[in-house]
């Protein structure tokens, strides 16, 4: 497996059910920038997450399947390079609700007038343009440079906001007011029904609900090519469901 599969999977990669919802956008919470508060950004803002892996290893030829916990609390804030205000944004981890959380990495969110910026493992994305509006376009990844091969699949996504204030189910929670953003659909081609030719499958998409954050993502990124290699898929599929938060 690629050597870089693993990072980008733990990037985006039993609890009891608790049922909450969204706060509506007439909270008048967020001033004059309502559908700013489908990304809250406030010290000690949590969120919990149920997360569902799969890495598909062409070189065993085996797929694996892991169950864990995320938990994504604002820790800080800071000034970035540019002197414009960051929050820190600690994530920890733990394979099941009975174990203590232990730290595994950092995020840097950063709100700008039309947008948020997020870094990650070193990639900076754009999540979100304001104001929010169905049928809005952008292009999500422009800030990932396109010189490394590894990274190649994230360029030229086209971010689309949907279902704005819809309700949505993740799996475990209903929400009342939520956001989509659809970021990536490219398939080719089915190894199942064509074994002796080239396929890939990248998938995305976030659903943020509003006075709570990111309740629902899910990933998928693999290729499979019979001309290379072995004929299995090499990739990562990453779902993630909000459980519970504050």
């Known amino acids: 497996m690629t050597k ?11 609890f009891s059910l608790v049922f909450f919802s969204c706060k509506k956008e007439s909270d008048n919470k967020y001033s004059n920038e309502l559908s700013r508060g489908y990304y809250p950004l406030a010290l000690g803002k949590y969120v919990v997450y149920d997360v569902d892996s799969t890495i598909w290893d062409d070189y ?15 820790a800080d804030t800071f000034f970035d390079n540019t002197n414009r205000k960051s929050y820190r944004v ?23 007038n039309t947008s948020l910026e997020y870094t990650e493992a070193n990639l900076r994305f754009i999540k979100m343009i ?44 209903l929400f009342d007011n939520t956001i989509t953003v659809n970021q990536v659909d490219e398939k080719l081609n089915d190894p199942e029904t064509m074994p002796n030719d080239y396929a890939s499958l ?45």
């Open 202 to 246: 990248t998938f995305a998409k976030e659903v943020y609900g509003y006075d709570i954050g990111m309740v629902y993502r899910e990933v998928t990124h693999w290729i499979y090519d019979p001309f290379s290699g072995p004929k299995y898929r090499r990739g990562y599929s990453v779902v993630m469901r909000a459980v519970d938060h504050n």
């Open 60 to 74: 065993k030829q085996v797929k694996t399947l892991h169950r864990y916990q995320m938990r994504y609390t604002i």
């Open 4 to 14: 870089k599969f693993l990072p980008v999977l733990l990037l985006f990669t039993s």
């Open 130 to 173: 304001f104001p929010i509006t169905n049928n809005m376009e952008w292009k999500g990844n422009a800030m990932i440079p396109a010189g490394d091969q590894d990274y190649q699949y994230f360029q030229n996504w086209t971010y689309k906001y949907s279902d704005h204030e819809k309700p949505f189910n993740n799996g475990k929670v």
């Open 90 to 112: 600690d994530v920890h981890l733990r394979t099941n609700d009975s174990l203590p959380w232990r730290t595994h990495r950092v995020i840097n969110v950063t709100p700008t």
